[in-house]
Every structure is written in structure tokens, then in C-alpha cells.
């Protein structure tokens, strides 16, 4: 299967940190990406992990990826107004399509 | 360019006609993919295309949509008989070999 959830709503302090949790099904996934899409945009990738992993550090931005219990996490440190979007999670899987979640939808509030 | 391009930016149309959505994915990309995005909901798989491979259709939600690569670049996604549950956003992306996909604008489809 190809499913990935996430939960779709998140809201979050200026300042905080904010957590997305991502689970998702195929354990044969290479990478697995986080993508941001703002209001009217399009999307863009944000940061992915590969599966060999358990962490990525990139900036504001830190990655988890617990392979037995397939779950992956994105933290964002610091959340400020500018991060306010969409967050997808996504997996390839039969090593070449993109799967994605239904997306979570942060809000940051003052 | 530069990035993936989508023409146009906005479409409306009538109920039952057809219309057509144009891709240009980023040069030298041998995947490209076709989604669609309804209001409020996450990206739905349509198609995919992967250099000279037979495309991988089993997103396509009806015989009303199909989508052809012409010489593994531009792509072009025809709606007939267009119905109102096709207004969405179509969303195009391209890349490598399961890596990651460089998505376009996308085609805001309204069918009135």
C-alpha cells in the first residue's frame, strides 16, 4: 500500500516550536520528503531524509524518522508568521512515484 | 526555464467541454507526474511518467482524462467533457528517478 496520513490541522504559538507527524506504509520507501505550499503556490520542497537515516538537522528544521514504526516527524524550531502553510509529507514507493499525505495546515498565531 | 511551467494559470470552461493543460517539466528530468488538489483536500495522484516507460495511469479517475509525453518532455493533460467535479487545482511536477519533484504553479480549473 501507499498511504500517508497526517493530521490536518496544527496550531501554533509565535515563538514555539511546532511538531507534524507523518505515518506512512511502505516500508521499501527510499526517501521520504517534507514539501511546504504556501497560500497559492505551488509546492517546494522543504527538507527529505533518507531512509538509512534517523535524523536530519537542517537549520530551523529537524527531521525524525522511526523506520520500525514507519512515523516520520518534522519539527520547526522558533515557528514564526512566514511558516504559516501547508506541510505534505511524502514517500516514494515502488522506488520511483511520490505519495503524499492530505496535508497539514499550520497556523501561527501572535 | 528555470523551474516546471504550467499554461494556463486559469481555466474556465463550460460543462462538457474539453480543455487542455500544458506541462513544461525542467529539462534533462526523465519523471513527470500530474496531480490534482480540490479545494481544502491533499494531492491526488493522476499519472506518471517515467522516461520511455509505459505511463503509470491508475490514478486517471475517469476515461474522461488522459495525458500524453511528447519526445519525454512536455506533457499535456485533456479533460472531455468536462464535469463540475473537475474544477481543482492540476498540479505538474518533474525530476529524476525517485528523487524529488520540482512542482509547477499549477492550472486553477473552473468548469461552470
Known amino acids: 500500500g501507499e498511504d500517508v496520513e497526517q493530521s490536518l490541522f496544527l496550531s501554533v504559538r509565535e515563538g514555539d516550536s511546532s511538531v507534524i507527524n507523518c505515518t506512512y506504509t511502505?516500508?521499501?520507501?527510499?526517501?521520504l520528503y517534507w514539501y511546504k505550499q504556501e497560500p497559492g503556490a505551488g509546492l517546494q520542497l522543504l527538507t527529505y531524509?533518507?531512509?538509512?537515516?534517523d535524523m536530519k538537522q537542517d537549520q530551523r528544521l529537524t527531521v525524525l524518522l522511526n523506520k520500525k514504526d514507519k512515523h516520520l516527524s518534522l519539527r520547526i524550531a522558533d515557528t514564526q508568521t512566514g511558516d504559516s502553510a501547508i506541510y505534505f509529507c511524502?514517500?516514494?514507493?515502488?522506488?520511483?512515484?511520490?505519495?503524499f499525505g492530505a496535508g497539514t495546515t499550520v497556523t501561527v498565531r501572535a | 526555464g528555470a523551474g516546471v511551467s504550467q499554461s494556463p494559470s486559469n481555466k474556465v470552461t463550460e460543462k462538457g467541454k474539453d480543455v487542455e493543460l500544458r506541462c513544461d517539466p525542467i529539462?534533462?528530468?526523465?519523471?513527470l507526474y500530474w496531480y490534482r488538489q480540490s479545494l481544502g483536500q491533499g494531492l491526488e495522484f493522476l499519472i506518471y511518467?517515467?522516461?520511455?516507460?509505459?505511463?503509470?495511469k491508475s490514478g486517471l479517475p475517469s476515461d474522461r482524462f488522459s495525458a500524453e509525453r511528447t519526445g519525454g518532455s512536455v506533457s499535456t493533460l485533456t479533460i472531455q467533457r468536462t464535469q463540475q467535479e473537475d474544477s481543482a487545482v492540476y498540479l505538474c511536477?518533474?525530476?529524476?528517478?525517485?528523487?524529488?519533484?520540482?512542482f509547477g504553479q499549477g492550472t486553477r480549473l473552473t468548469v461552470v
Open positions: 511536477a518533474s525530476g529524476g528517478l525517485g528523487t524529488e519533484a520540482f
Open positions: 511502505d516500508s521499501s520507501s527510499t526517501y
Open positions: 531524509i533518507f531512509s538509512n537515516m
Open positions: 511524502a514517500e516514494t514507493y515502488n522506488d520511483y512515484k511520490l505519495s
Open positions: 529539462s534533462g528530468h526523465t519523471a
Open positions: 511518467f517515467q522516461g520511455n516507460s509505459a505511463p503509470d
